[in-house]
């Protein structure tokens, strides 16, 4: 890439950032988060004796998932309204999975009066404003609507029933797997967030803990189930229109599920955690993210078929 080809795509970039910041106001004002943020009286404390200007701070996290947005559209075999598809199942899964955990977490104890009582809906509505208006204004900006798509008819064949089975199943595991292992030695291991959570600071071995899961709640085990394979069947498209072998995609969505797993958001101040245990589950997410899109990416990437050698041919001529 040249150098004059680099600044344009950094300044398309901040202009991405910007448009995202300004997407998520308006989603936040329809959606009424807004206005139940600004009665939240929970964290209120916390967060007032932070001297961060929260708009900078917004715009910091919005430039973060921008960036890797132009990544993922520099870095795509389709073109148009399949970027912009693909953009918008991604950027809605985040949204859903937030709703989601709102349903056994936000309703705990700890977050009485943290959080609005109509949190899961108020979610939702903001994730289909964010995702309706950002996935074709990015993929605008970034140039996916003037481009013609780079993937030829022998490349990211169609998916088995066989491969579509293995991967999620492969992937559900590992989602409950890493959900639990990153949640006990990353998050569990700051004392503030075992008093946030369960009201003492002491702690259980791993097995320990994992045990009396299952015998409080078991249908925790369930429903992260069905998170792994909603978050899988949301994302993957956007996986699947990234160029490369297992490598390269293994990278790029390493990258898309750190930033799109809610990680960023987390760096703005907000009524439901108090710092340190925002900071805490920041670093839980990063981590997840990486990992468990390494391993969805090279899944995804690792038997994509060649295409075929007439194409081949036809290219190099």
């Known amino acids: 890439m040249t150098a004059r080809k680099s600044i344009e795509v950094g300044l398309k ?12 106001m308006i989603a936040a004002i329809v959606s009424g988060m807004a206005r139940s943020a600004s009665g939240a009286t929970a964290t209120s404390a916390a967060t007032a004796g932070q001297p961060a200007n929260v708009m900078l701070l917004l715009f910091v996290a919005s430039l973060i998932q921008a960036i890797v947005v132009a990544y993922m559209v520099l870095e795509a075999k389709w073109s148009g309204w399949k970027i912009a598809g693909a953009l918008f199942l991604l950027v ?7 709703a989601i955990d709102s349903v056994p977490y936000f309703r705990a104890p700890s977050f009485q009066g943290h959080v609005p009582p109509h949190f899961t809906n108020q979610a939702l509505v903001a994730g289909l404003v964010t995702a309706a208006l950002f996935a074709p204004f990015a993929a605008w900006i970034l140039g996916g609507f003037r481009r013609a798509a780079q993937e030829g008819p022998g490349e990211r064949a169609h998916w088995s029933a066989a491969r579509w ?57 369930p429903l992260q189930a069905g998170r792994g394979v ?3 069947l949301m994302t993957l498209p956007a996986v699947r229109m990234l160029r490369g072998g297992a490598a390269r995609v293994s990278f790029g969505t390493a990258l ?39 391993l969805v990416g090279w899944l995804a990437g690792r038997s ?3 295409a075929p050698a007439e194409l081949q041919v036809a290219k190099a001529a």
């Open 13 to 24: 970039t901040i202009v991405v950032a910007i448009g995202l910041t300004i997407i998520f």
């Open 92 to 98: 809605l899964n985040t949204w859903a999975q937030a």
């Open 165 to 221: 089975i293995g991967t999620l199943a492969a992937t559900t595991v590992a989602f409950v797997a890493l959900y639990y292992l990153c949640g006990y030695y990353i998050a569990w291991q700051n004392p503030a967030l075992r008093q946030f959570y369960s009201g003492t600071t002491e702690i259980r071995s791993f097995w320990g803990q994992i045990a009396w899961i299952w015998s409080s709640t078991p249908w925790m085990f």
């Open 230 to 232: 909603l978050f899988v």
């Open 256 to 294: 898309m599920y750190a930033v799109w797993d809610g990680s960023a958001g987390l760096i703005v101040p907000n009524p439901f955690f108090p710092p340190t245990v925002a900071h805490t589950h920041l670093v839980e997410l990063l981590v997840w993210g990486l990992v468990f899109g390494a």
């Open 304 to 306: 994509s078929p060649a």
